[in-house]
């Protein structure tokens, strides 16, 4: 099993629509999570740190159950723009190394 | 502020030669990371500098894989002898804290032939 595992894709969505993407973390003892999104032969770009208690950032939502190990990104009112591939990130402790998910790509179609 | 620069952005090289890739991080951060995609698969972890002290090697493949960072400041990988499996995209990061996620630099491609 994998340390890190994301919905596996690829997500194809109209303009407007909601997406959400799971991930699950198998080490219990994990610090910090984060949302990276990458676009195609481009570098990882953060989107957005997820907390215990929840997040927002725009139409981006973040949920992070610690009970359950997962991790969700939930996108409202998608744009074009959105399109990318969006990877889930678990740190062991929080200034050592990230463990990447494979990531899920979502494409948003007019 | 600048971002992480890493050079070159492309390097093809034959199998059994050397490449030293290089990585400037954000000024003033301590934390430095080489990450690594080989084709088909997550990024995965290789190693960790908090300013010029190794703070976490163990995703370093095999001791065809050295890395520096002198001084603090820039660091370098160096691959000798490459090998065809050696090819994928190396990424370097930079943090303050290291609880904030990173920012990454656009990565060099290294093919290996």
């Known amino acids: 099993r994998k340390e890190v595992e994301q919905d596996p894709g690829p997500f194809n969505v109209p303009e407007g629509a909601t997406v959400a993407f799971n991930c699950t973390y198998s080490?219990?003892?994990?610090?910090?999570f984060f949302w990276y999104r990458q676009d195609c032969r481009k570098e990882p770009k953060l989107l957005m740190s997820?907390?215990?208690s929840g997040n927002e950032d725009g139409r981006f939502t973040a949920q992070l159950n610690r009970a359950s190990q997962y991790i969700s990104l939930l996108i409202r009112d998608s744009k074009l723009s959105d399109s990318a591939t969006y990877l889930c990130?678990?740190?062991?402790?929080?200034?050592?190394?990230?463990?990447f998910g494979d990531g899920t790509t979502l494409t948003v179609k007019p | 502020e600048a971002g992480v620069t890493q050079f070159p952005s492309h390097s093809v090289i034959e199998k059994g030669q050397t490449v030293t890739l290089r990585c400037d991080p954000i000024?003033?951060?301590?934390?430095l990371y080489w990450y690594r995609r080989v084709m088909g698969k997550e990024i995965k972890f290789l190693l960790h500098?908090?300013?010029?002290?190794?703070?976490?090697e163990s995703g370093m493949p095999n001791n065809r894989f050295l890395a520096e960072r002198t001084g603090g400041t820039y660091s370098t990988l160096k691959v000798q002898p490459a090998e065809l499996e050696d090819s994928g995209v190396y990424f370097c990061?930079?943090?303050?804290?290291?609880?904030?996620?990173?920012?990454f630099g656009s990565g060099t491609r290294l093919t290996v032939v």
């Open positions: 990061a930079s943090s303050l804290t290291g609880d904030r996620g990173y920012t």
């Open positions: 080490n219990s003892a994990s610090q910090s």
């Open positions: 997820v907390y215990s």
């Open positions: 990130v678990v740190n062991w402790s929080n200034a050592g190394k990230s463990t």
């Open positions: 000024s003033g951060h301590d934390n």
């Open positions: 500098f908090v300013k010029e002290s190794k703070q976490d």
